[in-house]
T-cell receptor
Framework: DQQVKQNSPSLSVQEGRISILNCDYT??????FLWYKKYPAEGPTFLIS?????DKNEDGRFTVFLNKSAKHLSLHIVPSQPGDSAVYFC????????????FGQGTRLTINP | EAEVAQSPRYKITEKSQAVAFWCDPI?????LYWYRQILGQGPELLVQ????????DSQLPKDRFSAERLKGVDSTLKIQPAELGDSAMYLC????????????FGQGTRLTVV
């Protein structure tokens, strides 16, 4: 039972353009959503988060959008840079679930020069 | 800068042997997580501690895996006996007790069972 789904295993974007990574969830109790970035042989690093009371959160080049009715969130990176090449994980947690973080399968983003 | 410390970074063990991983969370973080990540998949929660108490171990294979956080600070995850299918990255993370805060991950332990 995959509660958090990232349906695109990989994404390739040209440097300077916008990267859009998508994530869907099934559990309506989720109320906090996070994006993590992971380089090979390292642990995930936190990127940006959004609470369910908001529909947008922006931090520099990174913006996360939340559509609660569609149970969908997306991460926008603009402009994309070569250093953004990594695996991106979407994660979600629920207040009722003791803040247990549930992760998606990840999307490998490659930024081409 | 505070970080989650894990050791060892890499471990190769033969099947049926015992193996243990250690994690030291960021100072002051009450919540500690152990995740397992198989290549090509997202991290899967094995066990979650709040201070020294287990709050979720529903996905922990209890016949062979055990975890403890005796003093509510550092933690040990043990596998005995190891099986070939246990080969994965084992990630430790910690967070503040407050709601809706991000978890900080260590660099992980890459386990290979041969």
């Amino acid at each position: 039972d995959q509660q958090v789904k990232q349906n695109s295993p990989s994404l390739s974007v040209q440097e300077g353009r916008i990267s859009i990574l998508n994530c869907d969830y099934t559990n309506s109790m989720f109320d906090y959503f996070l994006w993590y970035k992971k380089y090979p042989a390292e642990g995930p690093t936190f990127l940006i988060s959004i609470s369910s009371i908001k529909d947008k959160n922006e931090d520099g080049r990174f913006t996360v959008f939340l559509n609660k009715s569609a149970k969908h969130l997306s991460l926008h990176i603009v402009p994309s840079q070569p250093g953004d090449s990594a695996v991106y994980f979407c994660a979600a947690s629920a207040l009722q679930g003791a803040q247990k973080l549930v992760f998606g399968q990840g999307t490998r983003l490659t930024i081409n020069p | 800068e505070a970080e989650v410390a894990q050791s060892p970074r890499y471990k190769i063990t033969e099947k049926s042997q015992a193996v243990a991983f250690w994690c030291d969370p960021i100072s002051g973080h009450a919540t500690l997580y152990w995740y397992r990540q198989i290549l090509g998949q997202g991290p899967e929660l094995l066990v979650q501690f709040q201070d020294e108490s287990v709050v979720d171990d529903s996905q922990l294979p209890k016949d062979r895996f055990s975890a403890e956080r005796l003093k509510g600070v550092d933690s040990t995850l043990k596998i005995q006996p190891a099986e070939l299918g246990d080969s994965a990255m084992y990630l430790c993370a910690s967070s503040w007790q407050e709601l809706n805060t991000e978890a900080f991950f260590g660099q992980g332990t890459r386990l290979t069972v041969v």
